[in-house]
């Protein structure tokens, strides 16, 4: 199994920003994506950024120029940098691992950006 531990979220006002942080332990091979979805209340689910084993990324295009993934510095690690959040960015962000075929889901970091 694989287990996905989240850390960085929090209130901000708009404008501001915060860093999310997953690491992943337990059965994780090399060749896999990282990302993060988020989801508001009332809303589906949705993909903000992404990032492949050999580095590539995927945003959403609400967060393109205003946010970035990297893999963390410790191996099966991600951060999601996020500058000039709006209020439409408040969700629960989770942290999401799939390899061979199968999803791995941590269990949500709330974000608030209020004034």
């Known amino acids: 199994q694989v287990q996905l531990v989240e850390s960085g979220g929090g209130s901000v006002q708009p404008g501001g920003s915060l860093r999310l942080s997953c690491a992943a332990s337990g059965s994780v091979f090399d060749l896999n994506t990282m990302g993060w979805y988020r989801q508001a209340p009332g809303k589906e689910r949705v993909l903000v950024a992404s990032?492949?084993?050999?580095?590539?990324?995927a945003y959403a295009d609400s967060a393109k120029g205003r946010f970035a993934i990297s893999r963390g510095r410790a191996k099966n690690t991600v951060v999601l940098q996020m500058n000039s959040l709006k209020s439409e960015d408040t969700a629960v962000y989770l942290c999401?691992?799939?390899?061979?075929?199968?999803?791995?889901w941590g269990q949500g970091t709330q974000v608030i950006v209020a004034s």
């Open positions: 990032i492949r084993s050999g580095g590539s990324t």
């Open positions: 999401n691992l799939k390899q061979f075929n199968r999803d791995y």
